[in-house]
T-cell receptor, first 115, second 112 residues
């Protein structure tokens, strides 16, 4: 049972345009969501996160939107740069406070930004 | 550089063998997590330790075990290795009060 789904295995955009990566989840207990970027032969790199009490979080070129009623989140990258080309993973956790809990990952979306 | 280190970077071994993967968390982080990334399954949570104690278990096989030492580094032990255990193994760490996990570069295990 895949609780976090990234339905687009790949996405190609032009440099300078917006990249929108989508993620859906089924577990209503998830209350913390994260996006990671991964280059080949490297570990996932944390990009941005959002708590379920918010519907938007912005950090520079990266903005994450959360729609709890639809159980959907998206990552917007504006403007997209060739260095953004990587696999992007959506992840979710149940963060009950105190210590941390496991991340459940989607299978990733390969973003290619063309010059 | 996330500050999480993992050794070795690559490991090639034979079926039936046992290996140990090592992880040093970021300075100040008390929680360590292990994940397995295989081609068909994506990133799967294996186990979490917090300040030396096991806190959560995921899809970890009985042939696998882990521990976290007093200096907070962690080891993942994989025994009776099978071809299907070939994967990337990632360690992540976090501070106690947040959910953001920072990942190491991973260990690529190849079982021949």
């Amino acid at each position: 049972d895949q609780q976090v789904k990234q339905n687009s295995p790949s996405l190609s955009v032009q440099e300078g345009r917006i990249s929108i990566l989508n993620c859906d989840y089924t577990n209503s207990m998830f209350d913390y969501f994260l996006w990671y970027k991964k280059y080949p032969a490297e570990g996932p790199t944390f990009l941005i996160s959002i708590s379920s009490i918010k519907d938007k979080n912005e950090d520079g070129r990266f903005t994450v939107f959360l729609n709890k009623s639809a159980k959907h989140l998206s990552l917007h990258i504006v403007p997209s740069q060739p260095g953004d080309s990587a696999v992007y993973f959506c992840a979710a956790s149940v963060n009950s406070g105190g210590s941390n809990y496991k991340l459940t990952f989607g299978k990733g979306t390969l973003l290619t930004v063309n010059p | 550089d996330s500050g999480v280190t993992q050794t070795p970077k690559h490991l090639i071994t034979a079926t039936g063998q046992r290996v140990t993967l090592r992880c040093s968390p970021r300075s100040g982080d008390l929680s360590v997590y292990w994940y397995q990334q295989s081609l068909d399954q994506g990133l799967q949570f294996l186990i979490q330790y917090y300040n030396g104690e096991e806190r959560a278990k995921g899809n970890i096989l009985e042939r696998f075990s882990a521990q976290q030492f007093p200096d907070l580094h962690s080891e993942l032990n994989l025994s009776s290795l099978e071809l299907g255990d070939s994967a990337l193994y990632f360690c992540a760490s976090s501070v106690a009060s947040g959910a953001t996990q920072y990942f190491g570069p991973g260990t690529r295990l190849t079982v021949l």
